[in-house]
């Protein structure tokens, strides 16, 4: 059986969940079987997945400054590669068992300290029972927004395809209360929005986000199944990592590799290492590293339609914090809840496009409003003495540093969206194929999991019934898990939902 060599440059969650899909599995003739080899940068995998730990790596305490949680009965994907992993667990051989729980689902609103203007903070118990007209309006408003909003959306993306939230809230006769006070602070918070006023965001972007995040999927209130990893994100990016090198995927990190696609049939990847300059040949090459990285590593041979698409997308970088500064929070302590989210003045522009801060406890299953906190570029600044040191689980004997870190991440627009559609023509010219988190939606796990597996596909030929819970855009015969249960429930659309072909 004949060997197909793929490189993959990037260990975040786009790098390895392709090898994931690809390494040791054989193509659809039965003639050739895929081998691995993952470059990354850093000397750490996980990218934006990164938790700091207070003692030892992997161990409580730790904080998560980027991915923090996922929702089961959507992230159907990420569901299964955990089963695997914890499948393969045989009695304790393996360190691959992945720990999660829920969390508590809980929300604050709330004006940030020492800002003019109404001071404002409500939870989600209270839009339960409103005490007042406001919390009455907002309580309403919400309720329709979640019950039928992501599935009237979804349903219908010809009508919405260039809408952005303020039309849609302006269409849905939504509550100026409503919409300053609850969705565009909930947007604020999202992780790809960016400089612009959320009412600029692309209505498509948030609803596909909303769907798979909150299980917005309509009918009724949604109902997530929100876990988090007991031992933090970086955990399970861990375990995944160890679980690829058991199976036998090489891994090169601490280098930047540089690609020629211009040489044949596959593609010679170098790089450096202190003995010089190594290259070797492959069959084909996954690129898992941000848009604009592409062109750093694609020497030569990157196609012009390629080089378009790219320039589509727009990174923006935020910092996340571990600390104890209560400075940040609700001020009223009694209100603190798991999730806190500034309501933005309406009267300025904004500083901090994404902003919010957890409890840690709260995130992590425990109702015990204290510090520590993690905030995501903190409307206000964070006291340097209120951070909290931590080891690098690459080097745990090493000294401790202050817990931060800065991501960078693709921001959701109408050109990201359409940009992602082209890209899908060009996977595999050149044998070059594209992954992450700015190749679909707005690059939740869920999402990059399946790009990773349509290239798999691709490269394969084959494709299984049990990998069907996919969003492959397309594919005119297979529609995402949230589409088809919404499809289930509103069975009068259901003619207009279904694409051609689809059973
Ligand atoms: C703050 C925050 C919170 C989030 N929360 C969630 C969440 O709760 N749930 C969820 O599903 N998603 C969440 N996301 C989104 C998701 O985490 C990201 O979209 C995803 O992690 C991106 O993965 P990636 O593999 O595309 O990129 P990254 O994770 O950024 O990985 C890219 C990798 O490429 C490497 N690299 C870069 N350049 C080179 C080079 N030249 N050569 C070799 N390697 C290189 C980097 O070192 C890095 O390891 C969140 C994102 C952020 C920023």
Redesign the pocket.
């Known amino acids: 059986m004949r060997s197909k060599r793929i490189a993959i440059?990037?260990?975040?969650?786009?790098?390895l969940s392709a090898a994931y899909y690809l390494h040791g599995r054989e193509s659809e003739d039965g003639h050739a079987r895929f081998e691995c080899t993952l470059?990354?940068?850093?000397s750490t995998?996980?990218?934006?997945?990164r938790s700091v730990y207070g003692g030892e790596p992997f161990r409580q305490p730790f904080g998560d400054?980027?991915?923090?949680?996922?929702n089961t009965k959507t992230?159907t994907l990420m569901d299964d590669i955990l089963a695997t992993l914890d499948a393969t667990c045989v009695d304790g051989a393996f360190p691959f068992r992945v720990a999660t729980a829920n969390l508590l689902n809980t929300t604050c609103w709330y004006t940030p300290r020492g800002q003019e203007g109404p001071e404002i903070s409500y939870t989600d118990a209270d839009l339960k029972e409103p005490a007042s007209p406001f919390l009455e309006r907002i309580a309403e408003d919400w309720h329709r927004f979640a019950v039928d909003g992501a599935a009237r959306v979804l349903n219908h993306p010809d009508h919405y395809q260039d809408m952005t939230v303020g039309e849609f809230v302006r269409e849905q006769g939504y509550s100026d209360d409503f919409a300053v006070y609850n969705l565009y602070a909930r947007i604020n918070g999202m992780?790809f929005m960016d400089d612009r006023h959320p009412s600029e965001m692309p209505i498509l972007g948030v609803m596909s986000y909303y769907s798979l995040?909150e299980g917005m999927l309509g009918q009724s209130m949604p109902d997530p199944d929100r876990k988090y990893f007991v031992n933090g994100a970086s955990d399970w990016i861990h375990r995944l990592g160890a679980y690829l090198a058991w199976r036998g995927v090489r891994f090169l990190t601490g280098?930047?590799?540089g690609v020629d696609a211009d040489a044949g049939d596959g593609a010679r990847v170098r790089w450096c290492t202190a003995r010089g300059e190594e290259s070797e040949y492959f069959d084909a090459v996954v690129l898992?590293?941000?848009a604009d990285?592409v062109g750093?590593?694609v020497e030569r041979g990157l196609p012009g339609g390629v080089a378009r698409v790219l320039s589509s997308f727009r990174y923006f970088s935020?910092l996340?914090l571990w600390h104890d500064d209560e400075a940040v929070m609700p001020p009223d302590p009694e209100q603190w809840r798991t999730y806190n989210i500034v309501i933005y003045p309406e009267d300025r522009y904004l500083l901090r496009p994404y902003t919010i801060n957890y409890v840690c406890a709260m995130h992590q299953g425990r109702d015990v409003a204290q510090p520590p906190f993690v905030s995501?570029s903190p409307l206000q600044g964070v006291r340097r003495d209120r951070v909290r040191q931590v080891t690098d689980p690459a080097d745990p004997d090493g000294p401790a540093v202050p817990a931060v870190s800065w991501?960078?991440?693709n921001m959701v627009s109408r050109q990201s969206r359409q940009a992602q559609q082209w890209l899908h023509q060009q996977q595999g010219v050149n044998a070059l194929y594209y992954?992450?988190?700015?190749t679909q939606g707005a690059?939740?796990?869920?999402e990059?999991m399946a790009v990773s597996l349509d290239i798999a596909k691709r490269l394969r030929g084959v494709w299984r019934e049990d990998e069907a819970n996919v969003f492959l855009p397309h594919r005119r015969d297979q529609l995402p898990l949230y589409l088809r249960v919404a499809a289930a429930q509103y069975p009068e659309t259901r003619g207009d939902m279904m694409p051609e072909g689809f059973v």
């Open positions: 440059i990037g260990g975040g969650i786009g790098g470059f990354d940068a850093a995998l996980g990218g934006n997945a400054l980027g991915v923090n949680d996922f992230y992780y995040q280098t930047r590799p898992a590293v941000h990285d750093r590593v935020s996340a995501e991501f960078r991440h992954t992450g988190g700015w690059g939740l796990h869920q990059i």
